[in-house]
DNA sequence: GGTGTGATGTCACCCGGTGTCATGAGCACG
DNA sequence: CGTGCTCATGACACCGGGTGACATCACACC
């Protein structure tokens, strides 16, 4: 059946979050990483395209379940509100993985280079996010600004949900950011 | 006086920049701008972090100038309005190398690692933006919020800026663009 | 059984980035 | 005048991320 051990992306993924959380991410080299999954330096990079995206490997299904999120809003939906509930099906795929994601966020608070990539997760969250705007047939600069407001307002509601101990009502808390926002716009 | 040829940060960095224009980024190697600069990467290295670096000496300097708009915008000025003071301030600094901008936008359009380092730089703003409103007096929710609201307006009114030759009222699209997220915000 | 396919191993290589020590021009101070 | 200090640079070795090229080998299919 199995030519060779299964999964050998899951567990490279698996060996490089391990070894990032016990000894830094810097002091961990590929080789290392590629070791204890059984593997080589050269597999990791067949796998994954550098060191920082083993750390992300749930970007793909959040941005696709915020795109869903965007695109499936009832029809009457303003953007904005198309937007937030975008977010807030990304948010629901996240939750699932609300302990892990702890671990996620110290992990990239103490790496420079994680946070630069992670910047560029978000830029490509945002730039899907207008993209599904345009398909709900909103004109392109209001759609990026309704994906720029509603990537600012996601990262600073969750940021709080997070403080909060990751338990309270993130919708909720998604809706009260949004309306801080509206009224700091004037 | 000098004990050795002036300016070597000057020096480097336009050798960087004229080669990366040339060659494209990626096909440029450090080695390569020391030697055009008439030194070694050695010393390349002692005068900037890193490759990228090298496109970004303005950086500091526009921070500093929407900071700067920011904490000096008129003691009773909304935090929204303190915000696009600073951006203003900070895009008159831009003006100044208008042509030279296109160039740098052109070069960081054409590749990623720059890119990825842009939002850096951009996110460091906001960081300083935020800090600056804090300093006013705004609480520390609202002012994040306004901060990435700024960064958006001005992203936003920047690229149609330069895409109508970077002549046109910067601050008035500002407005604008303000009035534009206003709407979506519902 | 022969043939192909695809994931992996092996090896050599490039380049970004750093630690360390040597060099040498100018300056201060006796 | 000369001695010694400072400090930007050079020289060199090294590490680690990332890539190209080729070999290998288990399995599938004919």
């Known amino acids: 059946m199995v030519r060779w051990e299964a999964d050998a992306a899951g567990r490279l993924q698996h060996a490089a979050m391990s070894l990032y959380l016990e000894r830094g991410y810097d002091a961990v080299t590929v080789a290392e990483i590629a070791e204890r999954a059984g593997l080589t330096k050269r597999t990791f990079f067949r796998?994954?395209?550098d060191k920082r995206e083993a750390v992300f490997a749930g970007a793909p299904a959040f941005l696709a379940a915020v795109?869903?999120?965007?695109a499936d809003a009832g029809p009457g939906a303003a953007p904005m509100d198309a937007?937030?509930?975008?977010f807030a099906a990304g948010a629901a795929r996240l939750a699932e993985y609300a302990p892990y994601q702890r671990q996620v966020r110290a992990l990239?608070?103490?790496s420079a280079d994680l946070q630069e990539r992670e910047h560029?997760?978000?830029?490509?969250v945002a730039a899907a996010v207008a993209e599904a705007l345009g398909r709900r047939g909103v004109d392109p600069l209001t759609a990026r600004l309704a994906a720029h407001a509603g990537g600012a307002v996601f990262a600073v509601?969750?940021?709080r949900w997070v403080d909060d101990g990751a338990t309270g009502?993130?919708?909720?808390?998604?809706?009260e950011t949004r309306d801080a926002m509206r009224s700091v716009l004037g």
Chains 1, 2 share one sequence.
Do not use: M, Q
């Open 47 to 49: 796998h994954f395209p």
């Open 67 to 70: 795109a869903s999120g965007v």
């Open 83 to 86: 937007v937030l509930a975008g």
């Open 108 to 110: 990239i608070a103490s």
């Open 120 to 124: 560029v997760k978000n830029a490509a």
């Open 157 to 159: 509601a969750y940021d």
């Open 169 to 175: 009502d993130l919708p909720a808390l998604l809706r």
